[in-house]
């Protein structure tokens, strides 16, 4: 029995998803609007850019060199 059909013949008493004001109803379990993405990512992100920095440094110091 579907959720909607449950609550119309009263056997279930959740609500519908429905009526989320802060966040994109979309992403609601699964994350995927941009806003909880980046949330998850973070991390990660700050630690690519830390990475390339370095890269960048370290090839710019081997153009130095020669």
Do not use: F
Request: proline share 2%; net charge positive.
């Amino acid at each position: 029995m579907s959720l909607k059909k449950a609550i119309k013949y009263g056997k279930e008493h959740r609500k519908d998803y429905r009526g989320a004001k802060s966040v994109d109803p979309s992403c609601r379990n699964h994350n995927g609007c941009d806003w909880c993405k980046g949330n998850r990512t973070y991390q990660s992100v700050k630690q690519k850019q830390k990475t390339d920095e370095m890269l960048k440094e370290m090839e710019m110091g081997d153009n130095d060199s020669k």
